[in-house]
């Protein structure tokens, strides 16, 4: 009778420690560091603020956690409180410390970009059409007021104002958010989802700066085609940036566009990886990759297999990361 009764707690410990079982965990203390009651995840890195990165962040966790409960109250908050009504996009920040929280009403494409792939994702986990209609709207709203035709490339504004100068447009490669323009583009069959891939794939090969040769938080393309780091950041590849990898891991771990990651962080042992890098004067930031950064560097190695752990040194971006990284290896 012995054998039987092992077997099944082999089965039970392994179930235990499997990874949905620590990322089971990981989301339990995500919701716990940064999750309000209403349903608004807070950016505990930046005052509590909340943004629509943070709810998009967090739809899709709570969709792969199997977490409707908390979805539901990510989505209904977003929906009520952050939703243009003149335009079916996003306000992107809400500071509660603000007379009107919402008094910036600018959207930031990949937060609209995320809720929406969260939404699509909702609908065929719990199988209800109203996620994504919902999905269906927003993905609408965003070619009618970020995609533009420009300088030959189909591309996605970071918001509808202040992006498009005329003579330039400022680009987040950041918002390149391949697998969610994929699975639009797999629902939809809309030609413009498949161009914008296939043009943000171009542009990212060409935006590597400096001996770097990565590219920068924002980047300049000029209406001839020339690109270079945006004048009004700084030239640096840094917090923003280190989701390019990321994304282009998660849409394809073998793509060549990780190549100029590969070859940078191979330079640095892995604890002793810069945080960002000058890509003009080459200076690199005096203090190391950890966190959540450190999961991005492992993902784009091939060298991921931690299963996420959320500690009490993790500000929200540094615990999304971790947990963002996590999903694109499911």
């Not at 590597?208 to 590849?237: F, I, Q, Y």
């Not at 923003?240 to 640095?268: C, E, G, M």
């Not at 003009?280 to 560097?297: F, I, K």
Request: charged letters at 20%; hydrophobic letters at 40%.
């Amino acid at each position: 009778m012995r054998k039987p009764i092992c077997a099944t707690l082999a089965v039970m410990m392994s179930l235990l420690f499997s990874p949905l079982s620590q990322a089971g965990q990981a989301w339990e203390s995500y919701k716990t560091r940064f999750f309000k009651p209403e349903g608004r995840i807070v950016d505990t890195g930046n005052g509590d603020v909340s943004h629509t990165e943070g709810q998009g962040f967090a739809m899709l966790m709570a969709v792969a956690n199997n977490d409707k409960a908390t979805f539901d109250k990510l989505w209904q908050w977003t929906d009520s409180t952050l939703k243009n009504k003149e335009n079916g996009l996003f306000y992107w920040r809400y500071n509660p410390g603000e007379s009107n929280p919402v008094a910036d009403k600018n959207n930031a494409s990949d937060g609209d970009v995320l809720i929406a792939w969260a939404l699509l994702k909702a609908d065929t986990r719990w199988h209800d059409k109203r996620y994504s209609t919902a999905s269906d709207a927003i993905t609408k709203s965003l070619i009618a007021h970020n995609m533009i035709r420009y300088a030959g490339y189909r591309v996605m504004l970071p918001g509808v104002q202040g992006f498009n100068l005329d003579s330039e447009v400022v680009l987040n490669p950041s918002y390149f958010v391949f697998p969610a323009w994929q699975a639009f583009a797999d629902r939809s069959h809309q030609k413009v989802w498949r161009e914008l891939i296939r043009d943000g794939q171009r542009l990212l090969g060409k935006m590597g700066s400096g001996k770097a040769n990565l590219p920068t938080d924002w980047v300049s393309l000029e209406a001839g085609g020339k690109l270079e780091p945006a004048k009004t950041w700084p030239p640096r590849m840094s917090y923003d940036a280190i989701r390019i990898p990321l994304y282009v891991a998660w849409s394809d771990k073998h793509s060549q566009l990780l190549t100029p990651w590969r070859t940078w962080f191979n330079q640095f042992s892995r604890e002793q990886t810069p945080a960002w890098v000058n890509v003009t004067t080459n200076e690199y930031a005096p203090y190391m990759m950890e966190g959540g950064l450190l999961a991005v560097r492992d993902l784009t190695m091939g060298q991921s297999s931690r299963e996420p752990e959320i500690t009490a040194k993790d500000d929200y971006y540094s615990a999304s990361l971790k947990m963002l990284v996590w999903l694109a290896e499911q």
